[in-house]
């Protein structure tokens, strides 16, 4: 089936996800975006980080209980590793050696290994972070500052800015059925 189906109205994302790569959400985006019939999104348990990220190109939100997790917009890496040189106690010796041509390579991992995070925060994780708010304000104009700075709240929290309501999944059912109503309105 697709988006071509003539017996298809519309598309539900059911989403229940703490996040993932943030180099995911392009690709969703570009999914969702070229969909040409209505599309609701449908949180069952929480929709964080990247996954409210990637809903957030629905026409609607709709969140199934009040307590379900929304948000946690923001960005994050874990880096971990052994430094550039390591001698076990038993005198194994490990080193990670770069050609004379490679001085940037996994720079800023090796200074987030020697505890210097800055390069990382401003080559990586900032411009992904402001990517991120800037898109979030984009999809979810009435979402508010201090809900764009990594915090997760209860959908009961967030109805009109980061989700639109709540209810059952009949009601996104209902949902795509109006918005589907509307477009055939709008383009007669």
Not at 11 to 18: R, Y
Request: aromatic residues 6%; negative net charge; proline residues 3%.
């Amino acid at each position: 089936l697709s988006d071509k189906d003539p017996d298809i109205i519309g598309h539900i994302i059911v989403a229940d996800s703490g996040g993932g790569a943030a180099d995911s959400v392009p690709e969703l985006a570009a999914a969702i975006k070229q969909l040409t019939k209505p599309i609701v999104s449908y949180i069952d348990g929480m929709a964080a980080s990247a996954c409210i990220y990637a809903i957030s190109y629905t026409q609607k939100i709709i969140a199934h209980q009040a307590f379900d997790q929304v948000g946690c917009v923001g960005t994050m890496i874990t880096v971990s590793g052994w430094p550039k040189v390591r001698r076990d106690s038993d005198g194994y010796v490990q080193i990670r050696i770069y050609a004379d041509q490679s001085s940037e390579k996994n720079a800023d991992y090796e200074a987030a290994l020697e505890g210097n995070t800055q390069i990382i925060k401003e080559e990586v994780l900032n411009p992904l972070c402001q990517a991120f708010i800037d898109d979030m304000k984009a999809n979810r104009p009435a979402s508010t500052d201090d809900q764009l700075t990594g915090k997760t709240y209860f959908a009961k929290d967030v109805v009109g800015t980061l989700i639109d309501e709540i209810g059952s999944f009949e009601d996104a059912i209902q949902a795509v059925i109006d918005l589907a109503a509307a477009k055939d309105d709008n383009q007669t």
